[in-house]
């Protein structure tokens, strides 16, 4: 069964620091990996995709296939990174997306 | 506003009333899903379609839900004899499913309140 697992529901970090959001799935196959991002009073939308391999303000990730796992990371917080962080799973182009419980990111000044 | 939208935004409902929420994704996409969220939850998956079709339904989604999109383009989710357990925040998503990757860009959200 698909599944995706954030294990922190609270993170806080301070300001500069590095971060990393766990994220880890189960899936019997090729997944497609995102993470969505949802700030304050705004909807829920798309911060990077492991397809695209591309750096997000500031944030990567890379999809570890031994250990299935996503995480995603940044070398130094900045306060306006504070929202919730969700890691998402498709398993193909025809198949839905799920979600993780999510992750609220807290930036500490 | 050429993102998804979502009707009504807020909806307070008696217990055992029927409600319908309404979703229009982004034009030109063929795929629209519709999610559940709860106070500290993730969005949890109900239904999805690739244009008029219905491909799939949660298990975890009882006989009072039912979703449609009759012309493949804006998409109805009805809650028939709503219950307390029913309140939530209703997302509708949609993507165009031909492209890399399934991006989906989400609406606002209907919060249904059932008392």
């Known amino acids: 069964a698909q599944r995706v697992t954030q294990p922190e529901k609270l993170l806080s970090v301070f300001k500069g620091a590095p971060v990393e959001l766990k994220c880890n799935y189960s899936?019997?196959?090729?997944?497609?990996l995102f993470w969505y991002v949802q700030y304050s009073r705004q909807r829920l939308q798309l911060l990077l995709r492991h397809i695209s391999r591309e750096s997000i303000k500031g944030f990567t990730a890379d999809l570890n296939k031994g250990e299935t796992s996503f995480h995603l990371k940044k070398p130094f917080a900045q306060e306006e990174d504070s929202a919730m962080y969700y890691c998402?799973?498709?398993?193909?182009?025809?198949?839905?997306?799920?979600f993780g419980k999510g992750t609220r990111l807290h930036i500490l000044p | 506003d050429t993102g998804v939208s979502q009707d009504p935004r807020h909806k307070i409902t008696k217990r055992g009333q029927n409600v319908t929420f309404r979703c229009d994704p982004i034009?030109?996409?063929?795929?629209l899903y519709w999610y559940r969220q709860t106070l500290g939850q993730g969005p949890e998956f109900l239904t999805y379609?690739?244009?008029?079709?219905?491909?799939?339904k949660s298990r975890l989604l009882s006989d009072r839900f039912s979703a449609e999109r009759p012309k493949g383009s804006f998409s109805t989710l009805e809650i028939q004899r709503t219950e307390q357990g029913d309140s939530a925040m209703y997302l509708c998503?949609?993507?165009?499913?031909?492209?890399?990757?399934?991006?989906?860009?989400f609406g606002q959200g209907t919060r249904l309140t059932v008392v």
């Open positions: 034009s030109e996409h063929n795929r």
């Open positions: 899936y019997s196959g090729s997944p497609e």
């Open positions: 998503a949609s993507s165009l499913a031909e492209t890399g990757g399934t991006e989906a860009f």
């Open positions: 379609f690739q244009n008029e079709a219905q491909l799939e």
């Open positions: 998402a799973l498709s398993g193909s182009r025809d198949d839905k997306i799920i």
